[in-house]
């Protein structure tokens, strides 16, 4: 069965700093990945999707990048602020596009 | 104003009762789904929907039972509450299986049983 891993359970840096989140997947071929956010006691909330023909995707201070040789994605924060600090998801279509399998997640927290 | 909306927010409720969680989106999505957060944030899909119809029963036991009588609403029925059912339970819509735009997730349901 597929399974994801995002590597740190926590990444602790300091603001203006870029922060790096590592994906990895095995088992499956995903057609596409996403990114969430969630803060505590809040659902997930969508940031972006990535296909597996793109290799690079950026909205704003965020970019992301999809290795599928690497079976890989990185979602980046480029100039990090203490708002950005929050549990970052990833997560891919399963063997059936109704069914979005998540990773553990990554907490952030920005210093000031 | 809300996008997708879960009641109650909490549910403390003693083993062997039954329960329900409602669910209503505003945005017009075919699709819906519950999700099971668990003490260790782990999200694991539990059920999707397309047009009120069931589409994925990801192994959970049949103690649940999901409703959707119209493709606006969602419900979850739980019958005979274990201890290990606690977790947080979300529900979700999206336009398309997730494709293109994502998933709009509510803000979850506390379940603690006692």
């Known amino acids: 069965s597929q399974k994801i891993e995002q590597n740190s359970e926590a990444l602790n840096i300091q603001e203006g700093k870029t922060a790096t989140l590592t994906c990895n997947y095995t088992?499956?071929?995903?057609?596409?990945l996403q990114w969430y956010r969630q803060d505590p006691g809040r659902g997930p909330v969508f940031l972006l999707l990535?296909?597996?023909?793109?290799k690079e995707k950026r909205k704003e201070r965020l970019k992301v990048t999809f290795d599928t040789t690497l079976k890989q994605s990185l979602f980046h924060i480029t100039a990090s602020q203490p708002a950005d600090s929050a549990t970052y998801l990833c997560?891919?279509?399963?063997?059936?596009?109704?069914?979005?399998?998540f990773g553990s997640g990554t907490r952030l927290l920005v210093r000031p | 104003d809300t996008a997708v909306s879960q009641t109650p927010k909490y549910l403390v409720t003693q083993m062997g009762n039954d329960k329900s969680i409602k669910c209503e989106q505003n945005?017009?999505?075919?699709?819906m789904y519950w999700y099971k957060q668990d003490s260790k944030k782990f999200l694991k899909i539990m059920f999707s929907?397309?047009?009120?119809?069931?589409?994925i029963n990801e192994t959970v036991p049949n103690r649940f039972s999901p409703k959707s009588p119209d493709k606006a609403h969602l419900n979850l029925h739980i019958n005979s509450l274990e201890l290990g059912d606690s977790a947080v339970y979300f529900c979700?819509?999206?336009?398309?299986?997730?494709?293109?735009?994502?998933?709009?997730f509510g803000s979850g349901t506390r379940l603690t049983v006692v």
């Open positions: 979700a819509s999206s336009q398309d299986p997730g494709q293109n735009y994502g998933y709009t």
């Open positions: 088992n499956y071929s995903p057609a596409y």
């Open positions: 990535i296909r597996e023909n793109e």
């Open positions: 997560a891919l279509d399963g063997d059936s596009s109704y069914k979005l399998i």
């Open positions: 945005l017009g999505h075919d699709t």
């Open positions: 929907y397309n047009n009120k119809e069931l589409i």
